[in-house]
């Protein structure tokens, strides 16, 4: 998954987002429209979560840190609508004004796949405007296919994200208040295969994870901020030949507890971001330091499986890109679109800390949240408080790594030791 602040109009620009975080092969479609009008069916009815709707919808809004006077956008897909409406009765509670957009994996396909290319390149003036209207986005990252952009031209999306820049920079020197309810858990059929888990754990596992308790969530995230904070060297490695280090002495250090607190929103920026469910300390590297292989033992491009997907780096930036399976043609075909050479760099660093949120010991596909997961990735890396902008992301999940700051081990094949 690639983290950009999502377009607040949803199916425009968000779909280069999802077109960066879902993963797909096959070539493009001799016929776009006939493309579009295949999409699959959004679900009639879903199975209510086991939690209490209303008792969440009052815990996003303090997440949040919603309060009267607030104007306050909440987007998410049709088949949630309920979540929707809890959450924005529970932000006019607390006086604030709560507006809806609703949108479905349909349309954002056909906004794809049905508008010209020529307005790929477009600037996304509403986009931009309304990043001065609200103060608090919530969104529920809930979309039902994992390969809603296959046969997406590379070139297309390229453009597309190039055009979307500007949005992500325009919410944080706007200070918007963020919540984002997904984070590569949203409990779906073909997200349970992959992980090695029934529907039913996954469920359980989302939810468990999004209720963790945030109090001492914020205890453990400031422990572990304080030790990142304090090092220099970082050292991951990992059997699949991942061998990484670098250099992190002097950056910002950030936490995502679940909570956007006063100190947070005094800070302003990237702090004001909340990945639920919650658990994650980040960092950036200190420019050109990176060295080494970075592996991913098991990744997938729009429902394709990628091997081995690894790079080799060199001061802090990829000089080879390779993989194997039938996912890897279409990633690299999509990555070389992209032409700007931020794309190269190894960008962040990201521990997971969630006690709550437990994967199959055997589950080669990784979580950013799991306590003891690592992440690193390539490209933007704005929302961990770094000035990589471009609107295009490589994540790397490393489950059962072992990492080690100046020497010293903070995690054992997966598990935190701090």
Excluded at 35 to 48: D, G, L, M, N, V
Excluded at 134 to 141: M, P, R, T, Y
């Amino acid at each position: 998954m690639t983290r950009l602040t999502v377009s607040i109009l949803g199916a425009a620009i968000a779909c280069v987002v999802l077109a960066a975080c879902q993963k797909q092969e096959t070539p493009p479609p001799a016929d776009a429209q006939a493309t579009a009008e295949s999409t699959a069916a959004e679900p009639a009815e879903r199975a209510a979560p086991p939690v209490d709707l209303e008792q969440l919808a009052q815990r996003l809004v303090a997440s949040a840190a919603v309060k009267e006077g607030d104007a306050v956008i909440i987007v998410g897909r049709t088949h949630d609508a309920e979540l929707l409406e809890d959450i924005a009765l529970q932000v006019r509670r607390v006086g604030a004004f709560p507006m809806i957009e609703y949108t479905s994996d349909r349309l954002a396909k056909r906004m794809f796949f049905d508008v010209p290319a020529q307005f790929d390149s477009q600037a996304p003036a509403l986009d931009l405007a309304l990043s001065k209207v609200f103060d608090v986005v919530i969104s529920l990252s809930n979309g039902t296919s994992e390969n809603l952009f296959e046969g997406a031209d590379p070139q297309r999306v390229a453009a597309r994200g190039k055009a979307g820049e500007a949005i992500g920079q325009a919410f944080m020197k706007e200070n918007v208040r963020q919540v984002e309810i997904g984070n590569g858990l949203y409990p779906t059929p073909w997200r349970a295969q992959r992980l090695g888990m029934s529907e039913t754990e996954l469920a359980r596992t989302f939810w468990e994870g999004v209720n963790v308790d945030h109090a001492a969530l914020q205890t453990r995230g400031q422990a572990v901020k304080g030790a990142l904070a304090a090092g220099n060297e970082l050292h991951i490695s990992h059997p699949n030949g991942t061998d990484y280090r670098m250099r992190i002495q002097g950056r910002p250090v950030l936490v995502s507890d679940g909570v956007i607190s006063p100190e947070d929103i005094r800070s302003g920026g990237p702090a004001l971001q909340v990945f639920l469910p919650a658990g994650e300390v980040y960092t950036t590297p200190v420019a050109g330091t990176g060295e080494g292989r970075i592996v991913a033992t098991r990744d997938y491009f729009r429902g394709q499986a990628i091997d081995d997907l690894a790079v080799t780096v060199a001061g802090g930036k990829i000089t080879a890109l390779t993989g194997t399976g039938p996912g890897f043609a279409a990633l690299k075909a999509e990555f070389d679109a992209v032409s700007d050479a931020r794309k190269n760099d190894v960008s962040f660093f990201d521990m997971g800390i969630n006690p709550n949120v437990k994967l199959p010991s055997g589950s080669q596909v990784g979580n950013w949240v799991p306590a003891g997961t690592v992440t690193l990735g390539l490209g933007n890396n704005l929302w961990a408080g770094g000035d990589n902008v471009l609107a295009y992301g490589l994540n790397f999940f490393l489950p059962g790594s072992t990492v080690t700051l100046d020497g010293k081990v903070i995690v054992d094949k997966g598990q935190l030791a701090l």
